[in-house]
């Protein structure tokens, strides 16, 4: 439109609008689990568990924004926050940046799109798709996968090496080693850890079943043990951060105080200070008074529960987005409801109201942990262009409310044409986990604290060995499927900047390598809407004889001209 400084009116718009994802991100993992436990829950108590998760988000990553964005600053990848800066940047000055970003825009939009719309070849690829991989599978629960989306393997290219390689090794150890030993070892034994009623013996179960049943509670154990050694290690920042707010209080002003750089200023910190008091009172009022809980102690409880996991932890999930662009959120909020779920039976309330309390206060928590992950791709984005972080602060609460009524209702008129129970029923496996492990312990039943027990010990082991326990522990936690291609895309962004003895023509390299792959991201994210619009128009337009037959053996051919354009192209500058 010829407006002066477009680009940091951008920034706040993209940062306004990641308001819904970051919103969904954190209630889909609890709210829907409350209608697949076949209970109700409000409207309006959807809005206020999502809104108030979202401003304590922003405002608890506020005091650690300078550490993350600018301390650490070349230190983390933030790989999501390079695909959107090179977006923004591109689009405002045009020239070949935007048309290289274009281009792969096109083509990483239309191969995610073909995937996902027609299934011409399929989104992952397996060993089970040739005979001696199923037989391997079913016998030793031995199986590789591979997404072959376009997105994904942008996204390891921007991971890089070192951080993709770690994260493959902890996926590589559940599914290399722990999967295939648990068949080999209780193969014939039923082990119900969780007093779910569990009928299967190991042996019979597939090595996807072990790792959603089993496995994966280790990786939770993990996350959740080298978040506390993180809290640990951070307790400087922490600290620090607390005496920049207990300052902020005592200062005085003058009229000799310099003028902070416009980049470095955040909302004063007497504001934050007051904002968190007022969002854990309206908390402590919306348990208490909302119909959550049935007395004052149970509110207080609950209060406790979402401040200190919420504030601990916005420094584990702002770390995750930082070295690998995925916050754990569902595995930090299973530890939260398992902590809830222990809280409030000991305080008297269990059953079917036990059970929506403890989804309302998790949805609290997953929701200010989902922002804080994502707010700090929105800060990392602004310190990059030069945007005043005051400014993206005060807008995201704007951006908060909206999306939280917005996803809210969604969610609401998404249950009632739908539902996430029965045949037809929408798709909610982080949710179904959520119900899966907060039924038995609210009705005297467990959580599986043997394997959590078991991830504690990686994590402390990997720490000792001075190996990054949160990015092992993420490979253990997420899906195998997803991790390979981010080994993929890591090898080809070092293969591409390590070719040339110039130093100057392999940054130019790398260089051209991230917009190519941010481009994968974006155009992939883009049509994947597309896609999901026209299907919930009812536009079916999948190959299901085609892709059953052969959509995986073909997936291959795709995926590895996908690489190899990536490649050619991004060595095609000089």
Not at 9 to 19: A, H, P
Not at 125 to 136: D, E, K, P
Not at 496 to 522: P, Q, W
Request: charged share 10%.
């Amino acid at each position: 439109l010829g407006k002066k400084n477009g680009l940091g009116q951008n920034v706040i718009i993209q940062s306004i609008g990641s308001c819904s994802g970051v919103i969904v991100a954190g209630s889909i993992f609890t709210l829907p689990a409350i209608y697949i436990l076949g209970l109700d829950v409000s409207f309006p108590r959807m809005i206020l568990s999502s809104m108030l998760g979202g401003f304590l988000g922003i405002l608890f990553l506020i005091p650690f924004r300078k550490y993350f964005v600018k301390e650490m600053h070349g230190k983390y990848p933030f790989p999501e926050a390079t695909a959107t800066t090179q977006v923004l940047i591109s689009g405002e000055s045009g020239g070949q940046g935007a048309k290289t970003l274009l281009v792969s825009g096109i083509i990483g939009g239309l191969y995610d799109f073909i995937v996902a719309t027609f299934g011409v070849w399929s989104e992952t690829l397996g060993t089970t798709v040739m005979h001696w991989g199923q037989v391997v599978a079913d016998k030793a629960k031995v199986v590789l996968k591979l997404n072959t989306g376009a997105a994904v393997l942008g996204l390891g290219y921007i991971v890089g090496l070192k951080y993709s390689f770690i994260i493959c090794c902890g996926s590589l150890l559940v599914w290399l080693v722990i999967i295939p030993l648990m068949n080999l070892i209780w193969g014939g034994q039923v082990i119900d850890l969780m007093g779910t009623g569990q009928v299967q013996t190991i042996s019979e179960m597939s090595p996807d079943g072990i790792f959603r049943e089993y496995a994966r509670h280790i990786g939770i154990g993990g996350i959740a043990t080298a978040g506390i050694i993180g809290i640990v290690k951070s307790a400087s920042v922490i600290k620090s951060a607390v005496g920049l707010a207990a300052s902020e209080f005592r200062k005085v002003p003058s009229a000799d105080t310099a003028v902070a750089d416009r980049c470095q200023q955040d909302l004063p910190m007497k504001k934050v200070v007051t904002g968190i008091a007022l969002t854990l009172i309206a908390v402590f009022a919306f348990f208490a008074f909302g119909g959550v809980v049935n007395n004052v102690w149970q509110a207080l409880a609950g209060l406790l529960i979402v401040a200190v996991i919420s504030f601990l932890f916005t420094t584990v999930a702002a770390n995750a987005i930082a070295i690998v662009g995925s916050n754990p959120v569902s595995g930090m909020t299973i530890m939260t409801l398992i902590v809830t779920a222990l809280v409030l039976v000991s305080v008297g309330l269990k059953g079917d109201g036990g059970m929506v309390a403890a989804m309302l206060i998790g949805g609290v928590v997953c929701t200010a942990l989902s922002m804080a992950g994502g707010f700090i791709t929105d800060l990392k984005i602004g310190y990059w262009v030069g945007t005043t972080p005051a400014r993206q602060e005060t807008w995201k609460f704007v951006g908060t409310a909206v999306a939280a009524a917005t996803v809210s209702g969604v969610m609401l008129v998404l249950n009632k044409t739908y539902g996430f129970t029965g045949d037809g029923a929408l798709v909610a496996p982080q949710a179904n986990a959520m119900a899966a492990v907060i039924q038995p312990m609210m009705n005297g039943g467990s959580a599986p604290w043997l394997l959590y027990g078991v991830g504690a010990a990686i994590a402390l082991v990997l720490n000792f060995c001075k190996v990054p326990a949160l990015a092992f522990c993420l490979g253990m936690f997420i899906p195998l499927d997803l991790n390979l291609p981010l080994l993929v895309g890591g090898a080809v962004a070092w293969f591409v900047g390590s070719r040339s003895n110039d130093a100057a023509v392999n940054a130019s390299r790398s260089e051209k390598g991230t917009l190519i792959a941010s481009g994968f991201i974006a155009g992939g994210a883009l049509m994947g809407v597309v896609s999901a619009i026209l299907k919930f128009a009812g536009v079916d337009l999948w190959l299901g004889s085609w892709n059953a037959s052969c959509g995986e053996a073909v997936a291959i051919i795709p995926f590895a001209a996908l690489i190899v354009y990536m490649i050619v192209a991004s060595k095609n500058r000089k």
